[in-house]
């Protein structure tokens, strides 16, 4: 009995959190022009409208260049302050993860006015490159937290090791320690992608036309006149948002399967 209702429970929790992701979706292959069901008939006229449009696709190359570049310049942020992290022992370890971390914890919508104030001055806002900046902030804790997790399964004592046969802190972490967290490494990269690739707050206050991305031209159309294109946009992004969990899900099988390996071999 008490499994049936956990199932339910399960059930129900499920179909709270995908029913109005699954609602869109058909939406995007209606023929017809209004945003209701049961659709007038199947088409794929608003994909054609999306990738024949000069609105939609500046949009979406902005999004793929401005995420890999900032998911780049987040990983080499996080990864050293993650080792750092893990070196780090007592109160001022817990200060600074608080301190790493507060962009996770931190309204959005206040981060963007921080971001819009400090980048004023220096003339990144309405740049790629402030956006990038931006949007690699916002994905380091990400990167900190899924490096820090690959750590706790390596073994402190393959540095000490390193450093008495000669080998310097930074030839150490490069050869030992880095190839054997690299599946974290990676995690932690494709989280810090799919943080800028569905941020839209930040976007709205530092952007300027030539920086729009995906989610902000999405929330301009819906703004400007309510069209389906906007449905095909958000069926593209949800189908690429799982793509970079089975992709993630597949790093952190791979990290698991490394550390049951390591643990084997030590006994």
């Known amino acids: 009995m008490a499994r049936w209702v956990t199932c339910v429970a399960g059930l129900l929790v499920a179909a709270f959190l995908l029913a109005p992701i699954l609602a869109i979706l058909p939406l995007s292959f209606s023929a017809g022009s209004f945003l ?22 500046p949009a979406l190359w902005n999004s793929l260049l401005i995420g890999g570049a900032a998911a780049g310049l987040a990983t080499l942020l996080g990864v050293p302050a993650a080792f750092g992290l893990w070196r780090m022992r007592g ?7 608080g301190v790493v971390l507060a962009p996770m914890v931190v309204p959005v919508i206040v981060v963007a006015v921080a971001l819009l104030l400090a980048f004023g001055p220096i003339g990144l806002v309405a740049t790629h490159a402030g956006l990038i900046v931006a949007h690699a902030a916002l994905g380091v804790p990400f990167v900190v937290v899924t490096v820090l997790a690959s750590l706790e399964g390596f073994d402190p004592v393959q540095l000490r090791a390193a450093a008495a046969c000669g080998a310097g802190p930074v030839r150490a972490f490069l050869r030992i320690c880095l190839p054997q967290i690299a599946p974290g490494v990676a995690a932690g990269a ?17 952007a300027g036309p030539a920086q729009r991305t995906l ?13 389906l294109t906007t449905a095909a946009a958000a069926t593209m992004l949800v189908g690429l948002s799982v793509l970079l969990l089975l992709a993630v899900a597949w790093l952190q ?15």
Request: hydrophobic letters at 55%; glycine letters at 6%; zero cysteines.
């Open 36 to 57: 209701f069901y049961p659709l007038p008939g199947v088409s794929l006229r608003w994909y054609r409208d999306f990738f024949g449009s000069d609105f939609w696709l």
């Open 91 to 97: 109160a001022a370890r817990a200060l600074a993860m």
């Open 190 to 206: 494709v989280f810090a992608f799919a943080t800028s690739l569905d941020e839209v707050v930040v976007a709205l206050f530092i």
């Open 215 to 227: 989610p902000r031209q999405m929330f301009a159309g819906l703004n400007d006149s309510i069209s």
């Open 253 to 267: 099988g791979r990290a698991r399967r490394r550390l049951q390996g390591a643990a084997t071999d030590r006994m």
